[in-house]
């Protein structure tokens, strides 16, 4: 199944660390449509392609979230973060806010960890093109084994660049709530 990634934001690490035991974390259960349940099981590649293109959505648990699978939010966000503004990951990861576990449970197999501010930043102030051609660089990196797939990931920084608009317009903060 893989590891599951939900980006959210919210106004403080206390209200980031009660997403913790929401089930299904603060996406909640997202339905599938009965005909798009038919074509993935009819073997529509399309179908499959549209279920796996990341979008901010609004949660039954009253947040706005980006699900993902694949991209974790301590070292790929770090290069992301080192993509956009120049900085070293060794500077990144010594950031008080880089990874830092706001609740853990189950020995580690559910997290919520912060992003930085300064990437939340970053986000904010790039223009969809830009993102796109950071999304290409980001795509052949060592972290993506240099495959990434620059379309899905540029899709993902869109969305990810909205959520962080978002959350600086709330004075809100961005995190990810993790499950193994």
Known sequence: M???YDYFATASD?????????????????????ELQAAIRAGDHEAN???MRPRVRF????????????????????????????????VIF?????????AVRDEGERLVLSLTDELQQALV??????????????SQTEEFWGHGDPEVLADFLRELSQL???ARDRNHRLYCWVCV
């Open 59 to 90: 949660s039954e648990h009253g947040l706005n979230v980006l699900s993902v699978k694949g991209i974790d939010p301590v070292v790929q966000m770090g290069t992301l973060e080192e993509l956009l503004t120049g900085v070293s990951t060794d």
């Open 94 to 102: 010594a950031r008080p806010r880089s990874g830092l576990d706001v």
């Open 164 to 166: 962080a608009r978002h």
């Open 125 to 138: 102030e790039q223009a969809p093109e830009q993102l796109d051609a950071i999304a290409v660089s980001w």
């Open 49 to 51: 392609h549209r279920l």
């Open 14 to 34: 206390e209200h980031a660390a009660a997403t913790i035991d929401l089930k299904g974390g603060p996406a909640g259960a997202e339905p599938v449509s009965p």
């Open 2 to 4: 893989g590891v599951l």
